[in-house]
């Protein structure tokens, strides 16, 4: 994304923002509430209809070409948006079906659902009866099931205790040994510089250049300076 801008009305929420995220990189954006974190995110799905800058997933416009990008990146919003009358393992196979996406077969989605930490005795129970964590996971099975090349989660952890947390960023940089990028948007610092190899803070609409941290030799750029094997 190159000098991003959305507004609601007359206020500004994101300014000119600029932002790359690698492939098989883990990058974390960090803001209080209402700073503009997931409208980040919204932009990148495709949904804000009031925005202008640049915003390419895989060399494609988020404007013109909303379907083929939607097929390939995974926004996990919160603790995870289940149909709650569903279980979990038919939540997988919904959202499969929804997104175009081939279905893997019950064996493939019981054992996604195992390596994103549900345990199987939660495998059919309806999402409302599911605690948070266990609804992010159901979730991260479906990212690692769908042949997409960037996940978003929107605030993680807001729900989780310490162990959770810990637990979640595994499976975080799991994905991210597979290839895809990984970007969060929190407000859990803590949690960011734990599991990011790039942290920055968003101000004011503005990704801030005081604020941002680089662990593990990551490659990635400072905001307006990305790095050149940059996936968006």
């Known amino acids: 994304m190159i000098g991003l801008r959305v507004q609601f009305g007359r206020s500004v929420i994101l300014d000119g923002l600029s932002l790359i995220v690698p492939s098989g990189g883990i990058v974390a954006v960090t803001g209080r509430p209402h700073s503009g974190k997931s409208a980040?995110?919204?932009?990148?799905?495709?949904?804000?209809?009031?925005?202008?800058?640049?915003?390419?997933v895989w060399g494609l416009d988020a404007r013109t070409e909303l379907r083929s990008i939607r097929q390939r990146v995974t926004w996990i919003?919160?603790?995870?948006?289940?149909?709650?009358?569903?279980t979990a393992r038919q939540n997988v196979s919904l959202a499969l079906r929804l997104?175009?996406?081939?279905?893997p077969g019950t064996l493939a989605v019981d054992r996604a659902l195992r390596e994103s930490?549900?345990?199987?005795?939660?495998?059919?129970?309806?999402?409302?009866?599911?605690s948070p964590f266990e609804r992010w996971s159901t979730s991260v099975a479906l990212a690692r099931l769908r042949p997409a090349h960037i996940v978003l989660f929107d605030d993680?952890?807001?729900?989780?205790?310490p162990s959770e947390s810990?637990?979640?960023?595994?499976?975080?940089?799991?994905?991210?040994?597979?290839?895809?990028?990984?970007?969060?948007?929190?407000?859990?610092e803590y949690f960011a510089d734990e599991v990011a190899?790039?942290?920055?803070?968003?101000?004011?609409?503005?990704?801030?250049?005081?604020?941002?941290?680089?662990?593990?030799?990551?490659?990635?750029?400072?905001?307006?300076?990305p790095g050149p094997t940059s996936q968006e």
């Open 77 to 86: 919003a919160g603790s995870g948006v289940l149909e709650p009358h569903l």
């Open 166 to 188: 810990r637990r979640s960023t595994l499976l975080i940089r799991e994905l991210s040994a597979q290839g895809l990028a990984c970007l969060i948007t929190t407000t859990d």
């Open 197 to 225: 190899g790039v942290v920055y803070a968003i101000e004011r609409g503005r990704l801030s250049t005081e604020r941002v941290s680089q662990r593990h030799g990551n490659h990635n750029g400072r905001p307006g300076n």
């Open 156 to 161: 993680p952890t807001a729900l989780f205790g």
């Open 99 to 103: 997104s175009s996406a081939s279905h």
């Open 40 to 56: 980040l995110c919204e932009a990148i799905f495709g949904r804000p209809k009031n925005f202008t800058g640049t915003v390419h």
């Open 117 to 130: 930490d549900l345990p199987d005795r939660a495998f059919d129970r309806r999402a409302e009866s599911l």
